[in-house]
């Protein structure tokens, strides 16, 4: 079945550290590839996503490839900050036959000053 | 905007109570969804309707029913309440189509002793 791998965290950086969180995929078909970041006591908010392969999403700083020659969706950002601390989630949807989105585990960023 | 709106945010039940969790969004989606969050395992779903009128088992269903009341409104109802159900339910909603992201609303914490 579909399925989605992050990196175990949590992930601790100190501000202005470069960022990559990995994500890989399993799935049939071309999924749409998202980006998700839940901040303490709130709920998810849509990071960034891409529909197809070679795609990039972009926000806040924050970008991701979609890779399916290694079905990777990896996060990267060239400077975090503090107020990027956060849990990251990696999803997808697949293209068709289903309205179920699929979640990876999170992946909890902390960064210090 | 309001999005996605749940009540209440916390609850604290005894086992074997019972309550509803209310949702409602306002973005005119076709789908919606329940989910739990606990630690270490990610999101996990519980239930989620395709589309006003229909409803479909998610992967831990057991224990809850739910309730597509209308196109706005999705409740999510547990019968006699268990500790194994202490948790944070997040309700969403997204429009039709593989590429379009879910909207969360903020959650509700739900303690059962």
């Known amino acids: 079945g579909d399925s989605v791998t992050q990196m175990e965290g949590p992930v601790t950086l100190s501000e202005e550290a470069f960022l990559t969180i990995n994500c890989t995929y399993t799935?049939?078909?071309?999924?749409?590839l998202f980006w998700y970041v839940q901040y303490p006591g709130e709920g998810l908010q849509l990071l960034l996503k891409?529909?197809?392969?070679?795609d990039k999403g972009s926000n806040k700083g924050f970008e991701a490839t979609y890779r399916k020659e290694t079905t990777s969706f990896h996060l990267e950002k060239g400077s975090v900050q503090v107020s990027d601390s956060a849990v990251y989630f990696c999803?997808?949807?697949?293209?068709?036959?289903?309205?179920?989105?699929?979640f990876g585990t999170g992946t909890r960023l902390k960064v210090l000053a | 905007n309001a999005g996605v709106t749940q009540t209440p945010k916390f609850q604290v039940l005894k086992t074997g109570q019972s309550m509803t969790l209310q949702c409602a969004q306002d973005?005119?989606?076709?789908?919606m969804y329940w989910y739990r969050q606990d630690p270490g395992m990610g999101l996990r779903l519980i239930y989620y309707?395709?589309?006003?009128?229909?409803?479909d088992k998610g992967e831990v269903p057991n224990g809850y029913n739910v309730s597509r009341l209308n196109k706005r409104e999705f409740s999510l109802r547990l019968e006699s309440a268990a500790p194994s159900q202490t948790s944070v339910y997040f309700c969403?909603?997204?429009?039709?189509?593989?590429?379009?992201?879910?909207?969360f609303g903020d959650g509700t914490r739900l303690s059962i002793l």
């Open positions: 799935a049939t078909g071309y999924p749409s």
């Open positions: 999803a997808l949807r697949r293209g068709s036959g289903t309205y179920k989105y699929i």
């Open positions: 891409a529909t197809k392969a070679d």
């Open positions: 309707s395709a589309s006003e009128g229909t409803t």
């Open positions: 969403a909603s997204s429009e039709r189509g593989p590429h379009q992201p879910q909207h």
């Open positions: 973005m005119n989606h076709n789908s």
